[in-house]
């Protein structure tokens, strides 16, 4: 299948990739310039030679696609001993990344509440990494765009958050939920922070944040009670408010160009 088709597919599906394209070579090289690839979180489709200058590159693909890099960068190669080559020549490789216009969705737990959002959220193909220790509490079948991580730590799970995300906690254990949001708070890259509870919840959770250190202004960045004022405490009906509240934060401006952000050697 030709690179361009493997594109369309993957705009389709809305999967995250990174264009891999040779843009020079000085010297010797595997191969040559307008040679094109294109990487995926987990497929690599076509190649630019092999060897280590490929695996260089789909490792710095994959970054970007975890963190959510935008815009486009070109990275020069020496083709030496330390890259396990020796071709001798330079590459100059443009890689491009391309990303839905939708910031991935953190929900912490896989309770009635849970379920419900995962049901209301899937239809819209959005990435969604679902994380609860307890196993048998996910929904049996699911669809590829949302990753089902059974933790003990679900708090350690929180580390691995990409910026941007619109994180959504409501686990089991109120002390894990008060670990999370401390741990959140201290970020100011994400699109939403929710927190499933009540206004005595919220109040708790202040009291105690504000003692370890948390002004004012960095507590309203967590919505908690998180959604919509209802009036209604069904599962699914709360999972419709909670959706309503976090879809403005997931549905993002795509970029309306790409930029050289920086050059970097590697040798």
Sequence with gaps: MHWIDNIAGLKASKTPFVLVTVLKVTGSAPRGAGTRMVVTGSEVYATIGGGHLEYQV????????????HGSI???????ASLGQCCGGVVEVLLESWLPNVAPVVIFGAGHIGRALVRILEPL????????SRKNEFLKEVSSWIRILVS???????????????????????????????????RTDLSYLGLIGSKT????FENRL????????????????????IGSKHPQAIAVSLAAEILPAVFMKEDSE???EYDMVVK
Excluded: Y
Excluded at 58 to 69: F, G, T, V
Excluded at 125 to 132: G, L
């Design 125 to 132: 193909e959005i990435p969604i990494d679902w994380i609860d």
């Design 210 to 229: 504000n003692q370890r250190g948390f002004s004012a202004s960095e507590l309203q960045r967590l919505q908690c009670p998180a959604g919509r004022q």
């Design 152 to 186: 003990e730590d679900p708090l350690g799970e929180g580390a691995f958050v990409n910026q941007g995300a619109a994180v959504m906690i409501m686990t089991h254990s109120h002390s894990l939920d008060f670990d999370l949001c401390e741990l959140f708070l201290k």
């Design 201 to 204: 919840k919220r109040k708790t």
């Design 74 to 80: 070109i990275v020069s190669f020496q083709l030496g």
């Design 58 to 69: 789909i490792l710095q693909s994959r970054q970007r696609i975890e963190k959510r890099q």
């Design 258 to 260: 790409c930029v050289v």
